[in-house]
C-alpha cells in the first residue's frame, strides 16, 4: 500500500486504529476450539466486526509461532483472508525481526512477499544492512522500533550518546531516516512515552509512527493524539486486548466491533479537530 | 544442555565448531528436491556427516520460515532429528527475537519448548523485560546479541555512551551479566571484530560466545582463538556456508564432513596449546 492510500483510508473511515491480533489459544472463547483452526476462526469473526472502524491489523507473529506449522497456518490464512475480503486494510506483520543482510533477505521474502504483509516490524540493533532488505520490496514498509512502550526500554533505548548529546532512541531515527523516506518507513513510539512525541515530530513531523501501548499497558488515546497526530494523520494507534479480548463469550466479536467503534468515534473527533477531515 | 554437559562434550570432541544450518532450497543440490521435505533431507545428511566433530547446530530460522509451514515443519524435523540421534549436540535457533514480555513469552515457548532448542538469539534492543521470558525454561540458554560480525553493527552498536564512556556493546554486555550468569547466558561476537575479544574478555572471563563470521564474512578462527578462548574453551564457532555448501555435488555431505574436520582438527590445536585438553 502506498503512502497516499493509507492516508486516503484514514480520511474515509475516519481512524487511525490498528488492532493487533495477538491471538492467543488459551484465551479464545472455548467453543472455537471445534474449528480446524481455531485461531483463524477467531481472527476471521474478529475481523468481519471490526473492519469498518480500523485501517490496519497488526497480527504478532510468537502469539502464531508458538502453535508452530499450524500456528503459521493461521498466519497465512489470516492475512489472506483480509487480501482478499478488506484489501483497503493495512497489514503489519509484528515480527520485530533484524538480521544480517542475506537473512533479512530471507524474513523479507517470508513476510513481505510470501505472506504479502504491507509492513513488517523490525530491530534496528543491528543496523542499516539488517534494515535494508527490507525495504526493497515495492510499496512494502518498514516500521522500525524506535522508543518501544515496555519497562526495558529504558535500558539502552534512553542511553545517552555522545558525542551526539541524543538518546539512542533518537539516533536510530535520524540515522534511518538516510535509509527511507517517510513514504516507506514508520517508527514505533509506545504510547506509554506519549511525552516524548512532541520531541519525536521535531525530528520527524512528516513520518507516520505506529502506537502501541494504548489501553492494557496504560497509554492515553487522547495524549498519544494531541502530540503526536499530524496534517495527514501520522498515526496508526494500536489496541490488542481491549479489542479483541473485549468479551471472551459467544458475543466476542460484537463486543470486539462495539471496542473498535469506540476508539474509532474517539479518533473521529480529533481529526476533525485538526481539520484533518 | 548445562554448562557442564556443554564444556565435557568440548573436551570429548576436542571442537568447539557450531554449524550454522543456514539451509537455501536453492543452493542444495537439486537431486534432493524430490524429497518430501528437501531441507531436512539435507540437514539430515549434513548433520550425519558432521556430527562427529561439530558440539552445536544453528539453524538460521529465516531461511526456515522463507518456505512457509513446510519451511516450519522442516525446522521442527531436523531439531527432533537431533534431539533424537545426537542429544549430545548443542541447538542453538538463530532467532534474534525479542518484544514485549508477554510476547518474548510466546517465542520462548515456540523455540525452548515446543522445537525444544538449548538456546535461542536474543537482540537486546527492548531491554530486561523483552529478555528475561527466555531465561525462565531450565537448563536453556540466550545467546544475547553483543558485536555482531556485520558492517551495520557501527551503526549502532559502537556508539559511545555518556557518561558511561563505553560503546553500546559494552554497556548491553554490562547490564544483561545482572540478568543471568555464564551458565545461562551466551553472548554474540562476530569473527570480524576478532580484535575487541580482548577487551570483552576483561568484562566477562568466564562467558561463552557464539562467534559467527568465521570463512565467508572473513573472519579468521586463529585470530578468535587465541584471542576469545579462556579455561574452559568458552568459544562456539559458527561456520555456515563454507561447510554446508562445500560442495554442491551428490558428495555435498562428505564434503561437509571434511570441511568440519579441518575446522575441529585446527581447534584441537588450539583447545591443546592452552591445556583446556
Redesign the interface.
Known amino acids: 500500500m502506498t503512502f497516499e492510500e493509507l492516508v486516503h483510508q484514514i480520511k474515509e473511515k475516519k481512524s487511525y486504529l490498528c488492532i493487533g491480533l495477538?491471538t492467543?489459544i488459551h484465551k479464545i472463547p472455548k467453543f472455537l476450539l471445534n474449528a480446524d483452526y481455531p485461531v483463524f476462526e477467531f481472527n476471521k469473526q474478529i475481523i468481519d466486526a471490526t473492519a469498518p472502524f480500523t485501517i490496519a491489523y497488526k497480527p504478532?507473529v510468537?502469539?502464531y509461532?508458538?502453535l508452530?506449522?499450524a500456528g503459521?497456518?493461521s498466519l497465512?490464512m489470516t492475512i489472506r483472508y483480509l487480501r482478499e475480503k478488506y484489501p483497503q486494510c493495512f497489514v503489519i506483520a509484528?515480527a520485530?525481526?533484524?538480521?544480517?543482510?542475506?537473512?533479512?533477505r530471507?524474513?523479507a521474502?517470508?513476510f513481505l512477499e510470501?505472506?504479502n504483509a504491507d509492513a513488517i516490524t523490525v530491530?534496528?540493533?543491528?543496523?542499516?544492512?539488517?534494515?535494508m532488505p527490507f525495504l526493497e520490496p515495492k510499496d512494502k514498509w518498514v516500521v522500525l522500533?524506535a522508543l518501544?512502550?515496555?519497562?526495558?526500554?529504558?535500558?539502552?533505548?534512553m542511553?545517552?550518546?555522545?558525542?551526539q548529546g541524543i538518546k539512542?532512541y533518537e539516533?536510530?531515527i535520524r540515522?534511518s531516516m538516510k535509509w527511507a523516506d517517510h513514504k516507506k518507513m514508520m517508527y514505533v513510539v509506545g504510547a506509554t512515552k506519549a511525552e516524548m512525541l512532541i520531541q519525536i515530530r521535531k525530528i520527524i513531523p512528516q513520518h507516520f509512527l505506529l502506537i502501541p501501548g494504548v489501553g492494557a499497558?496504560g497509554g492515553s488515546l487522547k495524549e498519544v493524539s494531541q502530540n503526536g497526530l499530524n496534517k495527514h494523520c501520522g498515526l496508526l494507534v494500536n489496541s490488542s486486548r481491549n479489542i479483541i479480548y473485549a468479551q471472551v463469550t459467544d458475543q466476542f466479536a460484537k463486543a470486539a466491533g462495539e471496542a473498535a467503534a469506540a476508539m474509532q468515534s474517539e479518533m473521529s473527533g480529533y481529526l476533525k479537530d485538526l481539520g484533518i477531515i
Chains 1, 2 share one sequence.
Open positions: 495477538d492467543d504478532n510468537a502469539f509461532e508458538s508452530g506449522a503459521w497456518i497465512e509484528d520485530k525481526r533484524g538480521d544480517i543482510g542475506n537473512t533479512s530471507m524474513y521474502a517470508a510470501n505472506l530491530a534496528p540493533y543491528m543496523g542499516a544492512d539488517s534494515v522500533l518501544t512502550s515496555n519497562s526495558g526500554s529504558d535500558d539502552f533505548q542511553a545517552d550518546l555522545s558525542p539512542l539516533q536510530v540515522v499497558q
